[in-house]
Structures are given as structure tokens and as C-alpha cells.
């Protein structure tokens, strides 16, 4: 079975978290970083990872 861990996407410019998305810390063991749409900032900014709950 995958191990696959729970991240939260956090908007680098207003601080919202947008996006809930998984990864495998094995194959991926760095922050997952991805240029995604804001809703807040109404543009595509950075996300970065942060804690799942």
C-alpha cells in the first residue's frame, strides 16, 4: 500500500489555504510547492505546503 501523507496548499501572498492534495513522502521527501489559482488574490500565485489536520 502507498504512504501517502495529507498536505494543505497555503497561498504564499494572502495566507488562505485553497487546495488539500497528497503525497508520498518516500518518492518526495522536500515541501511540495505549486503554482496554483487564488481565489482571495483572484490570480495564479505560489502555494506552498503546509500541516494537514
Same mark, same amino acid.
Request: net charge positive.
Given at each position: 500500500?502507498?504512504?501517502? !501523507? #495529507?498536505? #494543505?496548499? /497555503?497561498?504564499?501572498v494572502c495566507k488562505e489555504i485553497n487546495y488539500l492534495t497528497y503525497r508520498n513522502p518516500k518518492?518526495?521527501? /522536500? !515541501?511540495l510547492e505549486l503554482n496554483k489559482f487564488c481565489n482571495r488574490c483572484r490570480k495564479v500565485t505560489l502555494h506552498k505546503e503546509s500541516k494537514a489536520k
Open positions: 500500500m502507498a504512504d501517502r !501523507k #495529507r498536505v #494543505r496548499l /497555503e497561498c504564499t518518492s518526495a521527501p /522536500e !515541501k
